[in-house]
């Protein structure tokens, strides 16, 4: 989940993809939100990065 948040994913594709319902992401989000200390979505992608929680892909 959290590479397809980081990916830009909304709640809705993330859902789709993951196969669970979009208020099952909601929930997650605001477990992560509570962990990395944040309060949006923007700031968790960055703190994710940041943290390391989330790396990013290398293209070959």
Do not use: C
């Amino acid at each position: 989940m959290r590479r397809l948040i980081a990916g830009g994913s909304d709640d809705t594709e993330t859902a789709d993809r993951l196969g669970v319902s979009p208020s099952t992401v909601k929930e997650h989000m605001t477990a992560l939100f509570a962990e990395l200390r944040v309060r949006d979505r923007t700031r968790a992608v960055g703190a994710a990065y940041g943290t390391g929680l989330v790396t990013a892909r290398r293209e070959a």
